[in-house]
């Protein structure tokens, strides 16, 4: 009968104790002097001893080496592999070097959102269902032996039920130390746990394990948690629970937070706490050994960071998203008296590109990998010519026009019986996914969900025209500034201040120029609604997706600004209608206002 985890982490605890005792048998005679001597000798020098712990990050719904926009085997430039099938196999790999039992596995959170696989078991084939399916996810985690997971701000995207329900699917805890009940201010999900290795020496080491989740799900998922859930920060749960940890006897601390190292907070001062905090906790709370570190999508192998109270040396490390990279801690104990101490860790990262898919994930996930094959490929309309995304970080192109004008005719149905009816629609669409394309001919399903990757919901706010400016001038800031005669190279005229794409807005119904001879906050210029200036004091509808709303990305005015409607579904699906609706998208049909790049009124492009 093959062994489980559980069993051959028990046996081999059994049979590396036993080896130790044969070990200590005297090979030639001594004298019971020497031998007690000896014997002594031994039992007060410290024992070493290894241990690793293993850790991904920002999964985001991704299984199996595939991108489901595309419906080909995922592929980028610097020719990386995504997937738990692929982690899978770096996994076995450490454990078979190190030993079973001298292994953790954990995760920082973002697991259950981010492809099609991910959406269709949250929405189409709900796992809420009566006799739901089990999530991809948590079948792939569980067979691959997952010990712990931080919940990621992605995990309550779907709305509460879900994350419970996913959950409840898992054979290891969902740990939350900052995710608390509104009313009760107690812990709505475990917020540690203690894992027991043995070591083959002395006692269990006792090892134990903080999930930290991001603040700012109060902001981006507020329509799903508030009244019910609440999220303080990172450092001020840390200093709580971490104490804890020791005191109920952990002899290793290892933090498992949802937050970039140091990274400026993308809600600036709305909320008290910051959004990137990893870092400052390896500073500030003592008693940390490792942070993995999650939520930035960023590959640092390794950071040093001294404790201010102790003096210790924290180590930070963040794979990068997706599973294309697993760290490994490495840990350096001694057993000395009774105590295990930490005597050096330091990380590393296994790049998933390197070794094959573990084939027993791929047959695990393969019938729902199918389902979800044939759901993407519906053919749900036509195009009269090709749209492409590639341009539309510094170019006005027909893809996000399609973006706005379908945001815009949703909103305009929905207040066409109320007092709003009469006003000017406007709408905001980012740039999400550099890679999306919807093919002249047929359009399949997958070609508008790889345009709009988020599951945003509609929002309609109401704003004035001076209002509207400032939301442009904020996000000119994506720009760098450029005299009359510099030299143009895309790739650096955008992404300034640290601004993601997905933070960068234009609006459509309104023609504008951006000067980038001028200084942030006074680069829009020619503003205008149907050829006519935009009157400061006028009043428009915007029609705005709901992380933006709530204050994603910190634009002003809006999250203020009166709500008059709002959807409950996502963006994605009403695109996905209107498409099935008009039969047809003809770029000429569906654009909305212009706006251009200048450079003292001459274009760039």
Same mark, same amino acid.
């Given at each position: 009968?093959?062994?489980?985890?559980?069993?051959?982490?028990?046996?081999?605890?059994?049979?590396?104790?036993?080896?130790?005792?044969?070990?200590?048998?005297?090979?030639?005679?001594?004298?019971?002097?020497?031998?007690?001597?000896?014997?002594?000798?031994?039992?007060?020098?410290?024992?070493? &001893?290894?241990?690793?712990?293993?850790?991904?990050?920002?999964?985001?719904?991704?299984?199996?080496?595939?991108?489901?926009?595309?419906?080909?085997?995922?592929?980028?430039?610097?020719?990386?592999?995504?997937?738990?099938?692929?982690?899978?196999?770096?996994?076995?790999?450490?454990?078979?070097?190190?030993?079973?039992?001298?292994?953790?596995?954990?995760?920082?959170?973002?697991?259950?959102?981010?492809?099609?696989?991910?959406?269709?078991?949250?929405?189409?084939?709900?796992?809420?269902?009566?006799?739901?399916?089990?999530?991809?996810?948590?079948?792939?985690?569980?067979?691959?032996?997952?010990?712990?997971?931080?919940?990621?701000?992605?995990?309550?995207?779907?709305?509460?039920?879900?994350?419970?329900?996913?959950?409840?699917?898992?054979?290891?805890?969902?740990?939350?130390?900052?995710?608390?009940?509104?009313?009760?201010?107690?812990?709505?999900?475990?917020?540690?746990?203690?894992?027991?290795?043995?070591?083959?020496?002395?006692?269990?080491?006792?090892?134990?394990?903080?999930?930290?989740?991001?603040?700012?799900?109060?902001?981006?998922?507020?329509?799903?948690?508030?009244?019910?859930?609440?999220?303080?920060?990172?450092?001020?749960?840390?200093?709580?629970?971490?104490?804890?940890?020791?005191?109920?006897?952990?002899?290793?601390?290892?933090?498992?937070?949802?937050?970039?190292?140091?990274?400026?907070?993308?809600?600036?001062?709305?909320?008290?706490?910051?959004?990137?905090?990893?870092?400052?906790?390896?500073?500030?709370?003592?008693?940390?050994?490792?942070?993995?570190?999650?939520?930035?999508?960023? &590959?640092?192998?390794?950071?040093?960071?001294?404790?201010?109270?102790?003096?210790?040396?924290?180590?930070?490390?963040?794979?990068?998203?997706?599973?294309?990279?697993?760290?490994?801690?490495?840990?350096?104990?001694?057993?000395?008296?009774?105590?295990?101490?930490?005597?050096?860790?330091?990380?590393?990262?296994?790049?998933?590109?390197?070794?094959?898919?573990?084939?027993?994930?791929?047959?695990?996930?393969?019938?729902?990998?199918?389902?979800?094959?044939?759901?993407? =490929?519906?053919?749900?309309?036509?195009?009269?010519?090709?749209?492409?995304?590639?341009?539309?970080?510094?170019?006005?192109?027909?893809?996000?026009?399609?973006?706005?004008?379908?945001?815009?005719?949703?909103?305009?149905?929905?207040?066409?019986?109320?007092?709003?009816?009469?006003?000017?629609?406007?709408?905001?669409?980012?740039?999400?996914?550099?890679?999306?394309?919807?093919?002249?001919?047929?359009?399949?399903?997958?070609?508008?969900?790889?345009?709009?990757?988020?599951?945003?919901?509609? &929002?309609?706010?109401?704003?004035?025209?001076?209002?509207?400016?400032?939301?442009?001038?904020?996000?000119? @800031?994506?720009?760098?500034?450029?005299?009359?005669?510099?030299?143009?190279?895309?790739?650096?005229?955008? =992404?300034?201040?640290?601004?993601?794409?997905?933070?960068?807005?234009?609006?459509?119904?309104?023609?504008?120029?951006?000067?980038?001879?001028?200084?942030?906050?006074?680069?829009?210029?020619?503003?205008?609604?149907?050829?006519?200036?935009?009157?400061?004091?006028?009043?428009?509808?915007?029609?705005?997706?709901?992380?933006?709303?709530?204050?994603?990305?910190?634009?002003?005015?809006?999250?203020?600004?009166? @709500?008059?409607?709002?959807?409950?579904?996502?963006?994605?699906?009403?695109?996905?209608?209107?498409?099935?609706?008009?039969?047809?998208?003809?770029?000429?049909?569906?654009?909305?206002?212009?706006?251009?790049?200048?450079?003292?009124?001459?274009?760039?492009?």
């Amino acid at each position: 009968m093959p062994l489980n985890r559980r069993d051959f982490v028990t046996r081999s605890a059994a049979t590396a104790a036993g080896a130790a005792l044969v070990g200590a048998v005297p090979v030639a005679a001594a004298t019971p002097a020497a031998a007690q001597g000896a014997d002594e000798a031994a039992r007060r020098a410290p024992v070493k &001893e290894s241990f690793t712990v293993m850790g991904t990050t920002d999964l985001h719904g991704h299984v199996l080496n595939w991108e489901y926009f595309t419906d080909s085997e995922y592929d980028d430039k610097a020719r990386n592999d995504v997937g738990l099938a692929k982690i899978s196999t770096l996994v076995k790999q450490v454990r078979e070097e190190k030993g079973c039992h001298r292994t953790l596995l954990i995760d920082a959170g973002d697991t259950i959102q981010g492809t099609q696989l991910s959406y269709y078991f949250a929405r189409v084939e709900p796992i809420t269902g009566k006799r739901g399916p089990k999530h991809p996810m948590a079948a792939a985690m569980n067979a691959i032996g997952y010990d712990a997971a931080a919940l990621g701000n992605h995990e309550f995207n779907y709305g509460i039920p879900v994350l419970r329900a996913y959950e409840k699917q898992l054979d290891f805890p969902l740990l939350g130390a900052n995710a608390q009940d509104a009313k009760s201010e107690r812990p709505a999900f475990p917020p540690y746990v203690i894992k027991e290795l043995h070591l083959g020496h002395g006692r269990s080491l006792r090892v134990g394990i903080l999930g930290l989740t991001n603040p700012g799900i109060a902001i981006w998922d507020k329509a799903n948690v508030a009244g019910q859930l609440v999220f303080p920060g990172i450092m001020e749960m840390a200093k709580k629970y971490v104490p804890r940890l020791r005191a109920a006897g952990a002899d290793v601390v290892v933090v498992a937070s949802h937050s970039g190292m140091d990274e400026v907070s993308s809600y600036g001062d709305q909320l008290p706490w910051p959004e990137n905090a990893s870092v400052q906790l390896a500073e500030t709370v003592p008693g940390v050994d490792a942070v993995l570190v999650g939520h930035a999508h960023k &590959e640092i192998p390794q950071r040093l960071v001294v404790n201010r109270t102790t003096g210790k040396t924290v180590v930070l490390s963040e794979p990068l998203c997706w599973g294309e990279r697993l760290t490994c801690f490495d840990f350096e104990v001694e057993y000395h008296r009774g105590a295990w101490t930490v005597s050096s860790v330091s990380s590393r990262v296994l790049n998933s590109n390197t070794v094959p898919e573990d084939p027993a994930i791929v047959q695990l996930i393969g019938a729902q990998h199918r389902k979800v094959v044939a759901y993407v =490929n519906q053919v749900i309309g036509t195009s009269k010519t090709e749209l492409s995304i590639a341009e539309a970080r510094f170019r006005d192109v027909p893809i996000i026009d399609l973006i706005g004008r379908v945001q815009a005719d949703a909103v305009r149905t929905a207040l066409a019986s109320t007092s709003y009816a009469g006003l000017p629609v406007l709408a905001q669409a980012a740039p999400f996914n550099r890679t999306a394309l919807i093919p002249a001919g047929q359009v399949k399903l997958r070609d508008a969900a790889g345009l709009y990757i988020y599951e945003n919901t509609l &929002e309609a706010r109401l704003l004035t025209g001076a209002q509207i400016k400032d939301y442009l001038e904020y996000s000119a @800031k994506y720009f760098a500034q450029r005299a009359p005669g510099d030299p143009i190279d895309p790739d650096t005229l955008t =992404n300034q201040q640290n601004t993601p794409d997905y933070n960068y807005d234009s609006v459509y119904g309104v023609s504008y120029d951006i000067d980038l001879t001028r200084p942030v906050g006074s680069r829009i210029t020619g503003l205008s609604y149907e050829g006519s200036p935009v009157d400061p004091a006028a009043q428009f509808v915007l029609a705005v997706n709901n992380y933006r709303a709530n204050g994603g990305g910190n634009f002003p005015h809006v999250a203020a600004a009166t @709500k008059v409607w709002s959807d409950s579904d996502e963006i994605r699906n009403t695109m996905i209608a209107w498409v099935k609706a008009k039969g047809v998208i003809d770029p000429a049909e569906i654009s909305g206002g212009t706006w251009r790049l200048v450079r003292a009124g001459v274009p760039l492009f």
